[in-house]
Structure formats: C-alpha cells, structure tokens
C-alpha cells in the first residue's frame, strides 16, 4: 500500500471511485506483487509497469497496513487486495486498487 499525495482527488478517475470519501482521510493506493514492496515502489515511481497514480502522486510505502499480511500466497492476496481495498474505503479512505 502506498500512500499518496491528497492532490490526487483532482483526478476526476480518481474521485468518481471515491464518492464517499472523507475530508482529512489519507489517499492510498493498493496493490500486489511478488517484489519486494520496496522494489515494487521504486518501479512504480520510475515508471516500469506503473501505476499512474502511483508513479505521479505516489508519497511511501504505508507498512503499517500490510505487513501483518505478508508474504502470502497468490490467490489469497488477490482476495487481499479487494478486501483491504473495500474495507479501506468504507472507512472513507481514497483508495485505488490494481
């Protein structure tokens, strides 16, 4: 997970997958790799299969809202990844998810 930079809401992609989202709240990103979260950051932001809102408002890892849950198998951090992404959101956090 990767926190980014609140001037991502002036995405108009971006704010229309987070209509609930709630003023003061971080904007996050989530996603899955079989990197390290580290190397996985640095691509993004170097643009190697990159995420746009990652490589351009991309701010650091958020480990806090992870690590309890690495290193998993493939199918279940696909499921991961909804889940947190759907939970992050009903907590009224901006989320992007892969």
């Known amino acids: ?3 980014l930079s609140r001037n991502v809401l002036f995405e108009p992609r971006f704010s ?5 989202y709630e003023i ?13 979260p580290d190397e996985r950051f ?4 170097a643009g190697i299969k ?4 990652v490589r351009d408002y991309g701010l650091r890892l958020l480990p806090a809202l992870y690590e309890t849950y690495n290193p998993m198998p493939y199918e279940g951090a696909r499921e991961m990844e909804v889940e947190r ?3 992050l959101r ?7 998810q892969a």
């Open 16 to 20: 229309r997958a987070n209509p609930d």
């Open 50 to 53: 990159s995420n746009r809102f």
């Open 90 to 96: 009903e907590e009224g956090y901006g989320v992007w």
């Open 24 to 36: 003061g709240k971080p904007c996050v990103y989530v996603g899955m790799t079989g990197l390290s």
């Open 85 to 87: 992404a759907i939970g």
């Open 42 to 45: 640095d691509k993004h932001k």
């Open 1 to 3: 997970m990767v926190e």
